[in-house]
């Protein structure tokens, strides 16, 4: 096999500066290689000093046990141990829609997720009814139920212009 100095940058970046490390296969060529070209001797020198300074980089402490123990308690769940096929299946209509909502919220009781939704529904609907409605705005605006069907589009053009703070009002309502 013949070696060029592409493999050979290939073959260090992948295993390094030890000769032992490198695929037996071409260990070798490349070896013979090393000793022919002076551009391959720099590049295993430089994989050599990388090496070396991996070699000094302190090893990390081994995760404790403890630590482990504590972040798999702390870990959310519905029933400690137990898988979801394993869980007993309660009985009746409630008992099944107990066990559903078990499975969608394992967190703990659901009443304050629940009264969130609802509180947010109803404010929803709360928001929706208190917006004023067309003829409650045609008639803070002045305009007559006759005059309403004619002047819908300018009206939804005015109320733009109104919402979004224009200081340039149409011609009629500037007096």
Known sequence: MIMTL??????????GAAAHRWPLAEREAALAFVAANEEARALVDEALTLDLMLDLAPAPEPVSNELVARIMAARPRALPGVAVADRPVPKGVFGFWKARLQEIWPYGPPAIPAGA?????????????????????????????????????DLSDQLVVLAFADNQYPQEWQQ
Request: net charge negative; hydrophobic share 45%.
């Open 6 to 15: 592409d493999r050979l940058s290939e073959i260090v970046e992948a295993y």
């Open 117 to 153: 939704l609802a509180a947010s529904i109803m404010l929803g609907v709360g928001f929706g009814f208190s917006v004023p409605t067309t003829a409650t705005a045609l008639g803070n605006l002045g305009l007559t139920s006759q005059t309403a069907s004619a002047t819908s589009t």
